[in-house]
């Protein structure tokens, strides 16, 4: 058998253990030459009994005395046992022999197992039998070769280097009549390595089934790398609304305190609260059906408990009032802006008089229709009470 341990690149045969074959007589076909993929290297090759240096020669289509020099031999005479080394010609620059009637396809771009199949009429399984070396039915190397059995469906298998026809016909179980026949052989030497040959009827159904199984499995990997893509980009856009949203709320988040600062900024500039430590007891406006508007807010606050201006302004009311305020203290602020502080126990300043923002005005007191110490507080607009709330900090 094959008695060579290749060492430099090498062309690999798809071993298929294949039944045997329905002979189909040879039918007239045409010869193309194509490129085969260039073979460098070397083979070491043991001598068998019975071997001439020739016939190795010739088997491995190189020149004797490329054996010999490379071998580093003395004579062409050959000793069993005796290890060769046999340098592998370039065979871009020869040419491979076709078997008659299969025809060399080169992919193009787009192309598939199956398009090409139905282009040339074939069963998939006749390319895939035509083809064993087939890695993928889809994915195809474009500038890559297919053979093409237009003539005689079958098996087509490189020759290895050291193989012969024999072989082949012992393996795949086909007389090398018929392999002869559907070769157009005259001679089984008429073929070497590197040159394909049909192996006529032969099926290589089981690399045939693998490559079926991979396609599935490939369509599988494309069908999840898509659902893959698909949930990536569906999670990135998410993300990135998620981002826009945080950000916004970021921004709200960020301009709430400035617009608080910026109010009380406002407010401190127009009113502060008349005290700082109080209970608020009535709020501005309706009391109930049968009391009375209150103009003001009460604060509840210990007799005693100082009270300042609101707001910077000239005293314009300072003494007891005759409408209930007891003492009382108005405010002017201009713009028609007033504060008034009722039911004081003592005021602080005289009428005429001009008041900064937080300056004492007078004492917390229950004086006037009041029912216990506490701070009237009323805000006036061009004579309009209004709610003080709108205008304290
Ligand atoms: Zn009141």
């Known amino acids: 058998m094959v008695i060579g341990e290749l060492l430099g690149s090498v062309l690999a045969t798809g071993v298929l253990g294949l039944p045997g074959a329905l002979f189909q007589p040879g039918l007239p076909g045409t010869k193309i030459t194509v490129d085969a993929p260039a073979r460098k290297g070397w083979v070491l090759y043991t001598v068998q009994p019975g071997d001439t240096l020739s016939q190795i020669a010739h088997r491995y289509r190189v020149d004797a005395r490329a054996i010999m020099y490379s071998s580093g031999l003395e004579s062409p005479s050959l000793r069993p046992g005796q290890v060769l080394r046999i340098p592998l010609v370039d065979q871009a620059s020869s040419s491979v022999r076709l078997p008659p009637g299969v025809q060399a396809y080169t992919v193009r771009p787009g192309d598939t197992a199956q398009s090409i199949a139905r282009r040339f009429d074939l069963t998939l399984l ?8 087939l890695k993928s039915l889809d994915r195809l190397e474009v500038g890559s070769t ?25 393996r795949y ?17 008429e073929v070497g390595p590197g040159d394909l040959v049909l192996l006529p009827g032969i099926q290589a159904r089981t690399t045939y089934e693998r490559l079926l199984r991979i396609q599935e499995a ?20 998410e993300a990135r609304r998620r981002q826009l949203a945080e950000r916004q709320a ?40 049968f009391q009375r508007f209150h103009t003001g807010i009460d604060l509840a606050a210990p007799v ?43 005021i602080a300043v005289r009428p005429g008089q001009r008041v900064e ?32 709330l709108a205008f304290l900090p």
């Open 126 to 133: 006749g390319l895939v039998s035509a083809n064993p070396e």
């Open 357 to 388: 923002r937080g300056e004492l005005i007078g004492y917390v007191g229950s004086t006037g229709w009041s029912t216990g110490p506490h701070l009237h507080f009323e805000v006036r607009v061009d004579g309009v009470a209004r709610n003080p």
């Open 218 to 237: 490939e369509r599988k990997a494309r069908e999840e790398e898509r659902r893959r893509l698909a949930e990536e980009r569906r999670r990135q856009e």
């Open 173 to 189: 179980g086909l007389s090398i009549t018929a392999i002869a026949r559907a070769n157009q052989l005259s001679s089984p030497t």
């Open 304 to 346: 005693g408990t100082p009270i300042y201006a609101a707001r910077a302004g000239v005293v314009t009311v300072a003494g007891w009032s005759r409408s209930g305020y007891g003492l009382h203290v108005v405010l002017d602020h201009g713009g028609g802006q007033e504060t008034l502080y009722g039911h004081m126990s003592r």
């Open 250 to 289: 970021q921004l709200r988040a960020q301009s709430q305190p400035q617009l608080r600062r910026a109010n009380a900024v406002v407010a401190a500039a127009g009113y502060r609260w008349p005290m700082t430590n109080f209970t608020i007891t009535t709020y501005f406006g309706r009391r109930g059906v």
């Open 146 to 170: 297919l053979y093409i059995p237009t003539a005689e469906p079958g098996l087509i298998v490189r020759l290895r280097p050291g193989e012969t026809v024999q072989d082949l016909s012992r």
